[in-house]
């Protein structure tokens, strides 16, 4: 059994939504574009700040408690991090934002899937529970800086069940820090830029209950 205090010691310094996402391999000539358009110049991952996040949701390096498995992810619900799990016991903190009450759902995920600059669509549930907000994407969102799901995705299953959930870029990166999603966690372009490089397939998330009980599953 996993607890938020089982995961991630303190630091060594003192629009999502589960949805359809499909790769962009015919806009691919744009991606340099794109992520030069999102990234601040002369950008550093854990001093840039062009979008007035509070200083703790910029990454940062932190020691991990023993026994956590390096390549994997995991998300404290309570706080808004999310911790990739590196080699020699440190690992890189994230700010996010994660789901709405009600849509935020915890549990062990697999990271089957990522993908740069995404297509988004989303969900039935999603156009009938806010119809004014998502009808118009019902056939779908073309990739680029202002999608739903930002630069880059990682799309979390259940066994080979695509759960629709998903890590992704964010359009609206002053969400980070709070419940702002239909159920996916949020990251700053720029950072889900850094992350999605170092993530392999094949590994596992641990989304936290949002008031920090253990997660069972």
């Known amino acids: 059994m996993l607890t938020r205090r ?10 999502c ?5 499909t ?3 015919a806009n691919s000539s744009k991606w340099d574009a794109w992520d030069a358009q999102v990234t601040p110049e002369g950008f550093d991952l854990e001093t840039s700040n062009p979008w007035g996040l509070h ?4 990454p940062r390096r932190v020691k991990a408690n023993e026994g956590l498995k390096p390549g994997d992810i995991h998300v404290d619900a309570v706080a808004r991090y999310l911790y990739h799990i590196e080699e020699g016991g440190t690992a890189m903190r994230y700010g996010v934002a994660i789901g709405r009450d009600g849509l935020y759902e915890p549990g062990v995920y697999t990271i089957r899937r990522k993908t740069k600059w995404p297509r988004w669509q989303p969900t039935a549930a999603m156009i009938k529970r806010e119809p004014h907000k998502y009808e118009r994407w019902a056939e779908g969102q ?11 995705a990682l799309y979390l299953y259940v066994g080979n069940r695509d759960t629709y959930l ?7 990166p002053r969400s980070i820090g709070t419940r ?3 159920g996916c966690v949020r990251m ?4 889900i830029n850094t992350l999605y490089d170092n993530v392999d397939t094949g590994v596992t998330a641990y989304l936290y209950p949002t008031q920090g009980q253990p997660l069972t599953s």
């Open 188 to 191: 700053v372009m720029p950072h």
């Open 17 to 21: 939504a589960p949805a359809i996402a």
């Open 166 to 172: 998903r890590i992704h870029g964010t359009p609206a």
């Open 23 to 25: 790769p962009a391999f």
């Open 55 to 58: 200083k703790r949701l910029l």
């Open 142 to 152: 073309p990739p680029g800086p202002g999608n739903a799901l930002g630069s880059r």
């Open 6 to 15: 089982h995961m991630i010691a303190s630091s060594m310094a003192a629009l």
């Open 180 to 182: 702002a999603s239909s």
